[in-house]
Every structure is written in C-alpha cells, then in structure tokens.
C-alpha cells in the first residue's frame, strides 16, 4: 500500500517558477514509477511527466523519465527515495497551466495513462494568472 500527498501548488504569476512534492508513505515506494497528471475545470485529466524508480537517478537521467510532449521542456521531474518524496519543477508558467496537479505511483514505465496506476494523491492546486 502507498499513500501520496501532494504540496506546493498556489498561486503565481505568468513566467513565474513552481516545485510541487510528492510525499509517499509504504516500505515499498522506491519501487514504483511516480507520475504527474493535471486536470484543469472541464477537462479530462492529463499526463504530465513520469519518473521509474531506479535508485540511482544520476546515471543516465534520460532514461529514468517520461514527460508529455506538451510539457515543451519546461517540466522537471526527479525523486529523491531517501525522502520518499517526488518533485516536479515547473519553469515558465502560463495561465493554462493553470490545474490541480495529481501524483500517482505504479508498476509500470513507461505509462502515461490513469489506469497504468494503482495509487492516486488528491492533488495540489495550482493558478497561474495573467
């Protein structure tokens, strides 16, 4: 069993910089893949990165991640299992970023889709104003 907490969503400005965290709870969290979905008002939930969960993230990095092409690079994700904690680095903000960002962990990398995943966070808001 694995419980996620979200944090780190709030307001901020176009252009502006957010970390959100993913703290999870469960012996066995540094063997799931954590991803990031966001679900904006009227819209179907939608995948934003995915980190696997090798231990060793400093060896190649590229291959431990899977980002939305929507993203345009300005996404980062990383984790840190000493912690049990996902992070996801937003940079350059805009107003349709604007969603409740979700994480999830499951067995699955790549995966891109909700039903790849067994546990869900409730989220963390996240505004961007014009």
């Known amino acids: 069993q694995v419980q996620l907490v979200e944090s780190g969503g709030s307001l901020v400005q176009a252009g502006g910089s957010l970390r959100l965290s993913c703290l999870a709870s469960?012996?066995?969290?540094?063997?799931?893949?954590v991803g990031w979905f966001r679900q904006a008002p009227g819209l179907d939930r939608e995948f934003v990165a995915q980190i696997r969960w090798s231990a060793n993230i400093t060896i190649f990095p590229d291959s431990i991640t899977n980002y939305a092409d929507s993203t345009e690079g300005r996404v980062t994700i990383s984790r840190d299992n000493t912690k049990n904690t996902v992070y996801l680095q937003m940079n350059s903000l805009k107003p349709e970023d604007t969603a409740v960002y979700y994480c999830a962990a499951g067995r699955r990398f790549p995966a891109s889709r909700e039903l790849e995943y067994d546990y869900w966070g409730r989220g963390t808001q996240v505004t961007v104003s014009s």
């Open positions: 469960g012996r066995t969290f540094d063997t799931y893949a």
